[in-house]
């Protein structure tokens, strides 16, 4: 059965610095692997994601993720933070279903950016 | 371009009351839709999902029924509403396609009091 695993619920990292943004996966199969951001009382953003081909993925508001399949993790970085990038960010794999293909999403990380 | 849309966005209900929260679909045909909950601290839990009209699976056994009465219409409802059953429910659709990518909506807040 997939899951995914984000270590540390909350992170907190200075305007400016680095963000990495850590997930783990299992699965059973080639996975799709997906990044979703939400910001307060809003619905989910999807920032990125990886089906096949190139393992770097770049996605939106400068973000991106590398996917490594020899250490079954799909880790989320932006170089420099902004203060707009405060939100919760959810790691997702894909899982079939009866009748259709469903995410199984990690307990989320909260980022704090501190001015 | 496909869009989806949910509603109330805010709801404050008392204990024992009923409860529908609605979402709909556009731009698309035949997607699967879905239910999410958030309650504090506990991550997105998969509440109900649907492949077509009429058919409904459930996650988790609760107090929450949902219902797909037309191809872009998916419905969440409580006879009686819990305290427990508080939180921030999100609807999302899919596509056909083996990624299961899910695009969601805005999000309807509920408290029950």
């Known amino acids: 059965a997939q899951s995914v695993t984000q270590l540390g619920s909350h992170v907190s990292v200075s305007e400016g610095a680095l963000v990495l943004l850590r997930c783990n996966y299992s699965s059973s199969v080639p996975p799709y692997l997906f990044w979703y951001v939400q910001y307060p009382n809003q619905g989910l953003q999807l920032l990125l994601k990886y089906t096949t081909g190139a393992t770097l993925v770049k996605g939106i508001n400068g973000f991106e993720a590398e996917f490594k399949k020899s250490e079954t993790s799909f880790h989320l970085t932006k170089p420099s933070a902004h203060m707009s990038d405060a939100a919760e960010y959810f790691c997702?794999?894909?899982?079939?279903?009866?009748?259709?293909?469903?995410?199984?999403f990690g307990k989320g990380t909260k980022l704090s950016v501190i001015p | 371009s496909q869009t989806i849309h949910q509603w109330p966005a805010t709801l404050v209900q008392p204990v024992g009351s009923p409860l529908s929260l609605e979402c709909t679909v556009e731009?698309?045909?035949?997607?699967?839709l879905y239910w999410y909950r958030q309650a504090a601290g506990r991550g997105l839990q998969l509440l109900f999902y649907s492949v077509g009209i009429g058919q409904i699976s459930s996650e988790v056994p609760q107090n929450l029924s949902a219902s797909r009465p037309q191809d872009r219409q998916f419905i969440l409802s409580s006879k009686k509403l819990l305290l427990s059953d508080s939180g921030f429910y999100l609807c999302a659709w899919s596509g056909q396609t083996r990624s299961g990518e899910l695009f969601f909506g805005e999000g309807s807040r509920l408290t029950v009091l």
């Open positions: 997702a794999v894909t899982r079939s279903g009866a009748g259709s293909y469903q995410l199984t």
């Open positions: 731009g698309t045909s035949n997607p699967n």
